[in-house]
Structures are given as C-alpha cells and as structure tokens.
C-alpha cells in the first residue's frame, strides 16, 4: 500500500505517535516556547521522512546533502502549515508538500540556461511517469505513450524532452574520455577555417 506521493508506507510508518503533539501545538500560542519545543520535536523526528522524499530525487544530478536540505524546509512548512483540526493525517499533508518544494527547487535553480515555467514544469512530468512507465511495459515508452499517460499531445512531449537539454551544462574543461591521451570538449570545438575565404575568391574570379 502506498501513501500519497507514491511513499511506501513502510517509509512512512511509526509517526501515529507524534498526532497528539500537533494537536497540542495547535492549543499553545505561537510565541510560547512549549510551541517552539514541540515544532521541533516534530520536525526532528519526521526527519526520516523528509531524507527519503530527498533521496527519491538523488538521481537527477542535484547533490544528496542539497536535497535534503530542501526536502526538510518542506518538512517545516508543513508542520508550520497542518491543521489537525480538519481531520487529515500529517502524511497525507506532508508528503506533497515536501515533494513539492523538491520540485520547486528543481524547477527554479537547476537549469543550466533559461527556461520556461510550463517547459520546466513539462520536463519534471515527463521524467516522473517515464520510469513506472517503463516499468509496466518491460521497455522504454515511446513519446505516443507519454504523452497518453500524461494527456497532452506527443508535440508537447517532444517540446519536454528538448527541455531537457537545458537542465544540465557541461563544463568545456570536462575530459572526453579516460585515456592520457583524451581532449577536453573545448579542444574538441571546431574553428574557423581560413580556407572558406579562399572558396569564395576563387568563386568569384572565376567568371572572369
């Protein structure tokens, strides 16, 4: 059984404990320091919580330790946030909103050079379903199922996966290879040929 934001519940089991707190911050002012002792308290002890939404992520270029410190802001929104009055159980809230300051930050400071909100947005879609996707075929999905899975067109799919190409710059001091002899991509870049100069006297003299 999962809970929401795909988290295995047994991620996430072992917090039932911790429900009375927030109802118990809830009835304490905000300026009272038992509200400040038991905030932390439940942030400190949902941490675990917050460290695998972070590693969910890992794989996407970002460095654990910066995850993890956006997924535990999450974390403090939430408990901030949650109102236990209404009914909800705190994972149920905590998990998409952790998520989405995850997504958030990869969304805003991630990408290499400029990009659309919508593209960014469209990018992260498509990364998301593209893995169970893949899980369910037994091969890697085609643009037409992706774009079936997500209900946009196979255009729009194409438009996230040139997106893509954005999130990530590489360094023109990178090695192309593991050989002593390897160049650099910067040595590998082509230049200008001196000879197309003389391609287009020679064109030009020759009606002559």
Not at 7 to 28: D, I, N, Q
Not at 36 to 58: G, M, N
Request: proline fraction near 5%.
């Amino acid at each position: 059984m999962r809970s929401p934001g795909g988290t295995r519940s047994r991620h996430t089991s072992g917090y039932e404990h911790l429900a009375p707190l927030f109802l118990e911050m809830a009835e304490v002012e905000g300026d009272d320091t038992k509200h400040a002792k038991l905030r932390d308290r439940l942030v400190t002890e949902h941490l675990p919580l917050a460290q695998h939404i972070a590693q969910r992520f890992s794989q996407r270029g970002e460095m654990r330790e910066d995850l993890t410190q956006v997924a535990i802001l999450g974390l403090i929104n939430a408990v901030d946030r949650f109102d236990p009055h209404r009914g909800v159980d705190f994972l149920a809230f905590a998990v998409p909103t952790i998520m989405g300051e995850v997504r958030r930050h990869f969304r805003d400071s991630c990408w290499a050079v400029r990009v659309p909100r919508r593209l960014k947005e469209l990018h992260l879609a498509i990364t998301a379903v593209t893995t169970p996707l893949a899980q369910e075929l037994g091969r890697a999905a085609t643009p037409s199922e992706i774009a079936a899975r997500l209900e946009i067109s196979k255009e729009e799919v194409y438009e996230g996966l040139a997106a893509g190409a954005s999130y990530q710059s590489v360094s023109l001091n990178q090695m192309l290879g593991t050989e002593v002899d390897s160049v650099s991509v910067v040595d590998s870049l082509g230049e200008e040929d001196p000879g197309l100069e003389d391609v287009n006297d020679h064109e030009s003299l020759l009606p002559l």
